[in-house]
């Protein structure tokens, strides 16, 4: 084995990577099942070879890394894609867990690309030269290196900072200044989860690649001076490119813009190709300042406009910038359509570009105007059609909602009257909110209908609810063809009627549990001098205003229950006891004979028609 060891030593001492690798596998074969076993020395020796073919393997990929990086620093303008491959090839040489490379500014120095890193907080950091490792790497004095940084007393600690380095979980770090003609641009560092000691050869890895990312940022400087020596030079070549770009921007915009109007005006569309070519979050408001589209909702756009600079946009016809925000109306003759809000505060070249927009935004508009208004006249045509029923049903039988009434696919009819609300908008948001259901919204008389499937009920009398004490509703059951839609809004239209002779405000009935109370509410709205039913039961009203008490309450539910005294005080939540009492009072009101069938049948009709304006109301 003598002889291995001094054939072994000889290859070495050559450090040909052929030479080595075909000493290793002759001293391998020399040891086979039957062979001799290696000596002491020979091992040593064998490891010691393989340790140097290795550290060759690795000088061959540095060498190669370097190469290859030069190449890029001197032929790539994109000195962010280079600095990205410094730290990428930088981890991968280093076996590192991170990467990255951190730039000076005059007081502080940040992480520029990095690879490796997992959390936002610690790909942003920030740090004051001079603090931290990366902040005492950025002073160009010397290379830096801890093996467990949080317990590293030697360092210039900074709370916040600790707090980013332990949630990216970072123990060990090695920071080597970048430098270049004795000017310092930062650092490039690797880092890892676990402690550990870098060695000398990784060190002189990280110090190599440092000085090329140090180039690659010179490089670009010199670039940027070359290229503003060449505009200066090149002047009106550059205004007539400027100008050139400027058309094609202006194409871009112009494509833009009619792709939104082409697909049917819809300004989402319009406000994210804005978007992308302005480079600015921006809103769309109507003539009333509310909001109707915003490409960032939290940026508020609307919110705190500056009137007098709105009112100079609205009265030039021209944009305005106020602040740091850029505004400019749309109109149609001396009507306000709505105002386009930029986030920005764009620089006169870009302002005519605004104003294109404005004018396609009223364009859009007044597109979108007359989309509903041909939609009024056709839900209104339906409704019409539909409530007289007949012949005139043929009318509409090609509208897409009406072949929706079949057989399982029930619809009911609502009839609404509106109280201290434009009827328009409010129409109008009933008609959006259910617009996905197929519902007919329209103006019918003295009253709104709307004929809305039956599974979109719920919505729809979400939107009523948000109305309040605006509306009344009077609702059908649901019906499933179209013949018995006239009955249908006639139901619906006695319950309404039935609400309004009670003179309550924000309800609901349904029109198929009201009965003969409907035909009553009906023939008192026709002929107000009528007498009202309700006049038998006034006693007890009056009674319970002037003492807080629930006679009226309570003989209603007398008279629901079938003048049963426990079904009552369940209705009630009382003792039956308290219920005789009750109605021991109410016959000293009404007079011992209230309880006779005549009498009795007239008390529990006014009570039927008082309860639709309480919350028994169809009980």
Not at 398 to 415: K, L, Q, W
């Amino acid at each position: 084995m003598g002889a291995m060891e001094s054939l072994l030593r000889a290859v070495m001492a050559e450090e040909d990577p052929a030479r080595l690798e075909g000493a290793i596998a002759a001293a391998r074969e020399g040891v086979g099942a039957d062979g001799p076993a290696l000596d002491e020395a020979d091992a040593r020796t064998l490891r010691a070879l393989q340790q140097r073919l290795a550290q060759g393997a690795r000088r061959e990929e540095l060498l190669r890394t370097v190469s290859s990086i030069a190449v890029d620093v001197t032929t790539r303008r994109d000195v962010v894609g280079v600095l990205h491959e410094i730290v990428r090839r930088t981890r991968l040489l280093t076996g590192a867990d991170m990467a990255y490379i951190a730039l000076n500014t005059a007081d502080t120095t940040f992480i520029r690309e990095s690879d490796g890193v997992r959390t936002e907080e610690y790909r942003t950091l920030r740090m004051p030269i001079g603090y931290g490792v990366l902040g005492r790497a950025a002073t160009g004095r010397a290379i830096v290196t801890t093996a467990d940084y949080l317990e590293d007393a030697a360092l210039s600690h900074i709370g916040e900072i600790d707090d980013i380095v332990r949630g990216e979980g970072v123990r060990s770090i090695l920071a080597v200044p970048m430098t270049l003609r004795e000017q310092v641009h930062g650092a490039l560092l690797i880092a890892d989860r676990t402690s550990r000691e870098y060695p000398p050869e990784t060190v002189d890895i990280v110090d190599t690649l440092s000085r090329h990312a140090s180039v690659a940022l010179d490089n670009a400087r010199r670039f940027e001076e070359v290229t503003g020596a060449l505009a200066s030079l090149s002047a009106q070549q550059d205004e007539d490119e400027e100008r050139m770009v400027e058309l094609h921007e202006i194409l871009d915009l112009d494509a833009g813009l009619l792709e939104a109007l082409l697909d049917g005006g819809d300004l989402e569309v319009l406000a994210r190709r804005v978007h992308e070519l302005l480079g600015a979050d921006l809103a769309l408001l109507d003539a009333g300042g509310v909001p109707m589209v915003e490409t960032d909702p939290g940026a508020r756009l609307a919110v705190g406009l500056d009137g007098e600079a709105l009112r100079a946009a609205r009265g030039t016809g021209r944009p305005a910038v106020s602040g740091g925000t850029t505004l400019a109306c749309a109109s149609s003759g001396r009507e306000h359509l709505g105002t386009l809000v930029v986030g920005r505060a764009l620089a006169p070249r870009l302002l005519p570009r605004v104003q294109r927009v404005a004018v396609f935004f009223g364009i859009l508009l007044l597109l979108g105007r007359a989309q509903q208004d041909d939609r009024r006249r056709r839900d209104r045509a339906v409704i019409d059609a539909l409530v007289r029923g007949g012949r005139e049903v043929d009318t509409v039988r090609g509208d897409a909602r009406v072949r929706a009434v079949r057989p399982g696919a029930g619809v009911r009819m609502v009839a609404i009257d509106v109280f201290d609300l434009d009827v328009g908008p409010l129409a109008d948001r009933l008609r959006a909110g259910t617009a996905h259901d197929g519902a007919v919204v329209a103006l019918h008389g003295d009253h709104l209908c709307v004929l809305v499937p039956d599974a979109a009920a719920d919505a729809l009398s979400a939107l009523l609810d948000v109305a309040g004490s605006g509306v009344n509703a009077g609702w059908s059951s649901p019906v499933e063809d179209l013949e018995r839609i006239p009955a249908a809004h006639r139901s619906a239209e006695l319950a309404l009627r039935s609400l309004a002779v009670l003179g309550v405000r924000g309800r609901s009935a349904d029109g198929e549990r009201i009965g003969m109370v409907g035909l009553m509410a009906e023939a008192i709205h026709r002929d107000p001098t009528l007498p009202s039913p309700l006049l038998v039961i006034r006693p007890l009203e009056d009674y319970d205003r002037e003492h807080g008490t629930e006679l009226t309450r309570s003989a209603w539910a007398f008279a629901e229950s079938g003048r049963h005294v426990p079904r009552t005080a369940q209705m009630l939540h009382v003792h039956p006891n308290t219920v005789r009492q009750r109605l021991e009072r109410i016959a000293g009101l009404l007079g011992e004979d209230w309880r006779a069938p005549a009498r009795f049948l007239d008390l529990h009709f006014a009570l039927r028609m008082w309860s639709l304006g309480r919350e028994e109301a169809g009980g």
